[in-house]
């Protein structure tokens, strides 16, 4: 052992290195596990689960990749054994408790706790545990499951809270630290670096992550992630991970985003966004060849919702958004926070490139929502049709399937093959545009695709199920 210790330090030496382990001490977390640790709290939810003899566990499920989602949800729910379950006596299976930990923190000293929504979401109670171990029956003030933050309060006074920092001081490479309750280990702290900021994950629109590598576990969620300072800067909300535990790649919320989301909680019990009534989507090179455009930067337009507040402001599919109210759009991620922080009924200005050539519109914005319109989908097959250049068959709309879709012409996917199923069209998707050009009949689809050259790009406007999404198609013949 000490021959290879040896051959070690001298490898660093000859290499030009110099070791020095006192050159640069590793910082110390005592100080803020001592001062800071009360602040933390253990959020204990229990629901009450009406079964039936659906709700049995199928053979031949998934594995674990294709079961989990790419980035999980962190709680930790207990699922007894369930006796009387069918196929044992045909009884039917009774109605039980499922119950699953979380982390919170305290923000004011008369009892407001925030956390995260999913931590709490159709939770029929919810247990706070204080670092002193008092407990306390919990009210949810509101939870707000875009932005994944929940605020909950509890009947106490002359609590220790925690102080806020500002999470656009971070920098890549900082030392963060979290405390919480990973598996139902209360007050436990995990320490590491802020890996990368304004973070955007799937399906997560309203949120620039804090990437850290800090060991976040199932039980963290609603944590707290502390700067050296002792501040908060975010709150621990997601992991990735093939296995359900830490796996280096946790996210937090940026607190500033949470503190605004819970004082709209706090005043009304709800969060009001502004919103266009668009779908978005990236601006990736195919796409952006397709278009003419130099660059990737901006957010494509996929889809406009009729008479919304986009539409009434002349803004079409096809269009790629810039600039927003000032503010420039560089990936699609950037325009859904931007709009969101926008006051409903504000005129903001808003910057396109439209076939190339810029544009500048004045677009009132709406609030944003709770329920997205209906889209018409249609899967019968057409007799006698053959697939077009990029291998589809396709066939036009009916009257009735074109009310579905605001009178809109389209052209219904029969079968997708050969360059459109590898570029990933389905069966059942509607065809709304082709580049920058909305659909006529199925005639003047496929004499454009016929006009464009071997090994040039197409953008295809499709429609499905609740969103709409230009899709790139390579001709290959």
């Known amino acids: 052992m000490m021959k290879n210790w040896i051959a070690i330090v001298t490898l660093g030496l000859i290499s030009g290195f110099n070791i020095n382990v006192n050159a640069q001490s590793l910082p110390d977390f005592t100080e803020l596990a001592e001062k800071h640790g009360a602040e933390v709290v253990n959020i204990s939810v229990t629901q009450n689960i009406h079964t039936d003899a659906t709700a049995m566990a199928m053979p031949g499920m998934p594995d674990d990749e294709q079961l989990q989602e790419f980035f999980k949800r962190f709680g930790i729910p207990n699922m007894p054994g369930m006796p009387g379950s069918p196929g044992q006596n045909g009884n039917p299976l009774p109605d039980y408790k499922s119950q699953s930990l979380g982390s919170g923190f305290i923000i004011s000293s008369d009892g407001y706790i925030l956390t995260n929504a999913h931590v709490v979401s159709e939770a029929d109670e919810v247990i706070v545990k204080l670092f002193d171990k008092r407990e306390f029956k919990a009210k949810i003030i509101g939870a707000d499951k875009r932005t994944d933050v929940a605020l909950v309060k509890i009947e106490a006074t002359g609590l220790p809270k925690v102080t806020v920092g500002e999470p656009n001081k971070l920098k890549v490479g900082e030392w963060v630290a979290a405390i919480g309750s990973p598996f139902g280990l209360e007050n436990t702290m995990t320490a590491g670096i802020v890996s990368a900021k304004g973070r955007a994950l799937p399906q997560e629109n309203f949120v620039p992550f804090i990437q850290t590598d800090v060991a976040i576990n199932p039980g963290n969620s609603g944590g ?18 093939r296995s359900g535990g830490s796996m280096g790649l946790s996210f937090a919320i940026p607190i500033d985003v949470a503190i605004d989301v819970s004082n709209q909680l706090k005043s009304s019990g709800k969060v009001t966004r502004g919103w266009l009534g668009i779908a978005i989507q990236e601006l990736t090179k195919e796409l952006a060849e397709s278009f003419g455009m130099k660059n990737t930067n901006g957010a494509l337009v996929a889809g406009v919702e009729k008479n919304g507040p986009a539409d009434k402001g002349g803004l079409d599919a096809g269009d790629v958004i810039t600039r927003f109210d000032g503010q420039a759009i560089i990936t699609s991620a950037d325009l859904p926070r931007a709009v969101g922080a926008s006051k409903p009924g504000k005129v903001a200005v808003v910057e396109i490139l439209r076939k190339g050539s810029p544009k500048t ?9 709770s329920e997205s319109a209906e889209v018409a989908q249609n899967n019968k097959p057409a007799a006698k049709a053959e697939a077009n250049k990029v291998g589809l068959i396709l066939k036009e709309l009916t009257p009735q399937q074109k009310k579905k879709i605001n009178g809109k012409n389209g052209l219904l996917v029969i079968n997708s093959m050969g360059a459109a199923a590898q570029a990933g069209i ?22 454009q695709v016929n006009s464009v050259a071997a090994g040039k790009t197409i953008a295809v406007l499709v429609q499905r199920a609740e969103s709409t999404l230009y899709v790139p198609i390579k001709i290959i013949k």
């Not at 707290?224 to 991970?241: C, D, H, K, R, T």
């Not at 519109?361 to 929502?369: C, D, N, Q």
């Open 224 to 241: 707290p992630l502390f700067n050296l300072a002792g501040e908060v800067v975010g709150i621990n909300s997601q992991i990735y991970s």
């Open 361 to 369: 519109l004045s677009i009132a914005i709406g609030e944003m929502p």
């Open 426 to 447: 389905r069966s059942g998707d509607v065809i709304l545009g082709l580049n920058n050009s909305e659909i006529q009949n199925l005639e003047q689809f496929n004499k």
